[in-house]
């Protein structure tokens, strides 16, 4: 299986600031990724795909890149809903499988 | 728009079968990937496996010899068979819809809380 290994676990941060979770596979998936945020208790949210294809709907200050084994995820003002855990996924071969998540809280 | 809503039993009895359906609105069940993924309590996600337009199925190795995917087109709906469950199965349980490639999964169901008890 491809492992996906997100950083930071867990993020503070406060409202208006740019924070960047990292995604590294431990193989080449190309642009076969996508990011995803979950809050409490709600189904996860597709936020990115292909790697740095914005899903329609989601506000511009998210922003993916990279390609082959690292990935960013970038939220470039931080705004309170923002507050959640977010997953990766790697679409590159079966079985998918996602990141651990990374929590982001208020500082 | 498309909406997808899971049903079934919200506990099941350890060593039985789990069974649930996600029931498609606002578009036909007929395109696409329809994919189920289940959360642990407190942990992260896993995908379970889908069923294609086309009925073709794909596994998590993981879960390989206890899980069926299958598909009711007429009634819109697809649904998850898992069998001998052991409390290891206890989580929340999402169907999904994955258009395929790299776009990854793009409309959820609200998710439904499956306990396996003894």
């Known amino acids: 299986d491809i492992q996906l290994t997100q950083s930071p676990s867990f993020l503070s941060a406060s409202i208006g600031d740019r924070v960047t979770f990292t995604c590294r596979a431990s193989q080449d998936i190309s642009s076969y990724l996508a990011w995803y945020q979950q809050r409490p208790g709600k189904a996860p949210k597709l936020l990115i795909y292909?790697?740095?294809t914005l899903q329609s709907g989601v506000p511009s200050r998210f922003s993916g890149s990279g390609s082959g084994t690292e990935f960013t995820l970038t939220i470039s003002s931080l705004q309170p809903e923002d507050f959640a855990t977010y997953y990766c996924q790697q679409l590159n071969g079966y079985p998918y499988t996602f990141g651990q998540g990374t929590k982001l809280q208020i500082k | 728009q498309v909406q997808l809503q899971e049903s079934g039993p919200g506990r099941v009895k350890s060593s039985e079968t789990l069974s649930l359906t996600c029931t498609v609105s606002g578009g036909s069940i007929s395109r696409y990937y329809w994919t189920w993924i289940r959360q642990p309590p407190g942990k992260g996600l896993e995908w379970i496996g889908y069923i294609s337009y086309s009925g073709s199925t794909k596994y998590n190795p993981s879960l390989k010899s206890r899980v069926t995917v299958s598909v009711d087109t007429s009634n819109n709906q697809f649904s998850l068979k898992l069998s001998s469950v052991t409390a290891a199965d206890t989580a929340v349980y999402y169907c999904?819809?994955?258009?395929?490639?790299?776009?990854?999964?793009?409309?959820w169901g609200q998710g439904t809380t499956v306990t396996v008890s003894s």
């Open positions: 999904a819809r994955e258009r395929g490639g790299s776009y990854g999964m793009d409309v």
């Open positions: 292909a790697a740095s």
